[in-house]
Nanobody, 119 residues
Framework: QVHLVESGGGLVQAGGSLRLSCVASGPISAIGRMAWFRQNPGAQRESVASITKDGTTNYADHVKGRFTISRDNINTVSLQMNSLKPEDTAVYYC??????????????WGQGTQVTVSS
């Protein structure tokens, strides 16, 4: 029953900012890499940003310098999105490698949060 829940999406004007949060819950022993992906209808899901347990971050070229991923606490990851563009419009998904209480590692997805950037 491990699951991820995203929040913070919404409608924002171009140039504005949003902060997305993802909270992992359930029978969790440890959380490794966490990441944000996004997907538009009819398009493939693409990686946006990721952060390892030791804090190493990675960003897609189109969001580099505008987005910041961070680990707020042991079970929470955030994505600060600044200078938003209409092309950033998508459903944003949280993704994480999680070891459960049975010491079994799995990769989990949240259900997504909609981000819409108007021109």
């Amino acid at each position: 029953q491990v699951h991820l829940v995203e929040s913070g999406g919404g409608l924002v004007q171009a140039g504005g900012s949003l902060r997305l949060s993802c909270v992992a819950s359930g029978p969790i022993s440890a959380i490794g890499r966490m990441a944000w992906f996004r997907q538009n209808p009819g398009a493939q899901r693409e990686s946006v940003a990721s952060i390892t347990k030791d804090g190493t971050t990675n960003y897609a070229d189109h969001v580099k310098g505008r987005f910041t991923i961070s680990r707020d606490n042991i079970n929470t990851v955030s994505l600060q999105m600044n200078s938003l563009k209409p092309e950033d419009t998508a459903v944003y998904y949280c993704n994480a490698d999680i070891i459960d209480n049975r010491e079994l590692m799995n990769n989990y997805w949240g259900q997504g949060t909609q981000v819409t950037v108007s021109s």
